[in-house]
């Protein structure tokens, strides 16, 4: 018979690691196609968290039209952080500039711009506390499973999560989007050559990712109360370790990735002070960089 | 001969001492006093309080023509960071007009500029530092909270009457965080009760289920908590959530009406000990509480905000008292002079070390309310 604390603190740690790979899942993708970490994800997912909450402010709808409004935002802050931070470094098409790495690597700046720029936005706007949501709407009401206790939320975060990445796995190996976004992601210049509109694929990609951003967003800001303009950053973090535990570029090993560091984390706490669980993300990631340079399943190097 | 920097700067802040004083000394116009506090970054909050709160204490004090000339306050922000916190104290002491300076937001930063404060002979007065060590820095540092000295021992003797005996403390691992821990434990023993578990957080931890696991493991009777009103609503309601009905008491930190806004029902039954509550019935009180909502639309100031509000008052009174010599030397005496002000935190008196020792009144959460316990 296991004891029930760790019973308790292992599930603590499914639904940590839960978070992590919901916010893991949209970043990965974004980084699969164009090899660049997008920094601007971890506002993505604040923004859709505070389209959520003011959806909910505004006119207090069912859950479901929720979703759908944060949806649209995400899509519409992928659609213009590409326009904004991406594409201007794409303007040249030629061989050379492909390649390039600095022309790749100028967006790890500009959308870090964007990120410092839409973060301190929102303080401005909404000062940089929690902001009070209708405590009805939080995804946060106890069950008891015998000896341990989870939430609503866990379930509901546990579901979306299964459908983003069924739905993805579906759209990646099935749709006519899902295989220019493989092609792209595998030789971008091949897949100009053989015809497939790059940019387009790319705006997609982005609106896709964005989207499960900010869903992601609204579902942590609600399971947890707290919404606040810098709440992006240490999922972002989290789910940056778990991208590259996950071998960078695949999805499913990202989601794994992540449920490992969570349980880790939550395990982690009994042994020694909740000041050092975080670092086990960190510790984690060095041991990964030092013995598995490709990742734990980024051993195939097919993308996405 | 070779001048080391330090040399240099210390010659430089000596001289600019010397000239500031005869030039603030003479001056007809209006007095400066110096705010440092975090007005961007994770805890503008609190600097955007303190700022509210000093722009009402000042126009009143202003507009009810006590000193013949104004007062003016310059704001600089330090995101709650110490090394900005350094450098926002040498541009303050430098300020030939700059008579005195208020803030910082938390001890650590508060703690790193006493050090210029110090060494160029500046009052600093801060609102809300409550390390122990702080006071003690110099003469030139004052404060106008509670420490975790008074609250701690308060709280502990408060917890032993109510027959608590193993009790197992949090709190974040901040210098503040450490000061609630340790004056509350000595005390607990001495009251012959028991720590059975401590243990420290990060702030901003957006998780607490772990570590709630960990404290029920050790069967604690009441759980003592140092934490803010963000973190606190975290943590009630994820012991809500893991259906821990241990009772939870905490210091005046967590005060602010907005704890019981995010934590909803999960808040009720909440102790702590606070100074200031906003449904007084005394005079000032609620002229400070009306001119707050009239600034805020409508919310209610919580004890941070009314804290700064009597620091300003303080600090505005001392140098009035001053008036005409308003030198740096002088209005730091006349604020170690402060003796039964009446402030809306309480009727407040500085001791020797420059310690605000205030009259705490315990509180428990009622129907979302924040009420006196009998």
């Known amino acids: ?304 | 001969m070779t001048m080391s920097r330090r040399t240099t700067l210390g010659l430089f802040a000596g001289v600019a001492g010397m000239l500031a004083v005869p030039a603030a000394a003479l001056a007809d116009g209006p007095v400066y006093l110096g705010y440092q506090l975090p007005l961007t970054g994770n805890t503008a909050q609190y600097g955007q309080d303190f700022k509210t709160a000093a722009e009402i204490a000042l126009k009143d004090f202003n507009a009810s023509g006590k000193l013949k000339v104004p007062v003016e306050i310059i704001f600089e922000d330090s995101r709650s960071d110490a090394k900005e916190g350094v450098a926002i104290a040498r541009k303050f002491v430098d300020d030939k007009r700059i008579v005195a300076a208020l803030g910082d937001f938390t001890s650590t930063v508060s703690m790193a500029a006493a050090q210029v404060y110090q060494r160029a002979g500046m009052a600093q007065l801060s609102q809300t530092a409550s390390h122990p060590d702080y006071a003690k820095i110099s003469e030139w540092q004052f404060r106008n909270i509670t420490t975790q000295a008074q609250e701690g021992v308060y709280n502990a003797d408060w917890m032993t009457q109510n027959g608590l005996k193993k009790i197992a403390v949090i709190a974040e691992q901040t210098d503040w965080g450490q000061s609630v821990v340790k004056d509350f434990a000595e005390q607990v023993k001495a009251n012959g009760g028991e720590v059975v578990f401590t243990e420290f957080f990060n702030r901003g931890l957006p998780d607490f289920r772990s570590i709630i696991t960990k404290i029920e493991r050790a069967k604690p009777d009441a759980i003592y908590t140092g934490f803010f009103y963000e973190d606190g609503a975290q943590f009630l309601k994820q012991m809500k959530q893991l259906n821990v009905e241990t009772p939870v008491y905490s210091t005046s930190a967590a005060y602010n009406q907005k704890l019981v806004e995010l934590a909803g029902p999960a808040a009720e039954g909440l102790f702590l000990t606070v100074t200031f509550l906003p449904n007084s019935e005394s005079e000032n009180v609620k002229t400070f509480v009306d001119e707050w909502k009239a600034a805020r639309g409508g919310a209610e100031p919580g004890q941070f905000p009314a804290q700064a509000y009597d620091a300003v008052n303080i600090m505005l009174e001392a140098v009035a008292r001053a008036y005409p010599d308003v030198s740096r030397q002088n209005v730091r005496d006349e604020l170690a002079k402060t003796t039964d002000f009446p402030g809306v935190t309480g009727v407040t008196s500085f001791d020797e070390n420059g310690e605000a020792l205030k009259q705490l009144t315990k509180a428990t959460v009622t129907d979302g309310q924040f009420v006196p316990v009998k």
């Open chain 1, 1 to 304: 018979m296991i004891d029930p604390y760790y019973l308790q603190q292992f599930t603590i740690g499914i639904s940590l690691g839960m978070v992590y790979a919901l916010m893991a899942i949209g970043f990965t993708l974004i980084f699969g196609v164009l090899n660049v970490v997008n920094f601007a994800h971890g506002e993505v997912y604040t923004i859709g968290a505070f389209a959520g909450i003011m959806a909910i402010a505004a006119f207090g709808p069912p859950f479901l039209v929720i979703v759908f409004i944060v949806l649209a935002v995400g899509a519409l802050s992928g659609f213009s952080l590409e326009r904004v931070a991406f594409r201007p470094f794409r303007r040249f098409s030629d061989e050379a500039s492909l390649k390039s790495r600095a022309m790749r690597e100028a967006t790890l700046m500009s959308s870090l711009a964007m990120s410092i720029i839409a973060r301190e936005a929102m303080e401005l706007l909404f000062g940089s506390e929690f902001q009070t949501i209708d405590i009805s709407y939080l995804i946060n009401k106890p069950i008891s499973l015998g000896p341990v206790t989870i939430v609503n939320g866990d379930i509901i975060i546990f579901l979306v999560s299964v459908l983003m990445l069924g739905g993805l796995q579906w759209l990646l190996k099935y749709s006519a989007i899902g295989l220019s976004i493989r092609a792209v992601s595998n030789n971008p210049l091949g897949a100009k050559y053989v015809g497939i509109n790059t940019d387009r694929t790319i705006v997609l990609t982005f609106v896709i990712g964005s989207m499960m951003g900010a869903l992601a967003g609204i579902l942590v800001g609600l399971y947890y109360g707290a919404v606040f303009p810098s709440m992006g950053f240490i999922p972002g973090v989290k789910a940056f370790v778990a991208m590259v535990m996950g071998g960078l570029s695949s999805i499913p090993g990202a989601v794994i990735a992540a449920l490992v560091l969570g349980v880790a984390e939550s395990l982690s706490t009994t042994f020694m002070s909740s000041v050092w669980a975080d670092m086990v993300a960190y510790l984690f990631l060095i041991v990964t960089l030092v013995f598995f340079p490709q990742g734990l399943f980024g051993a195939r190097r097919e993308r996405v």
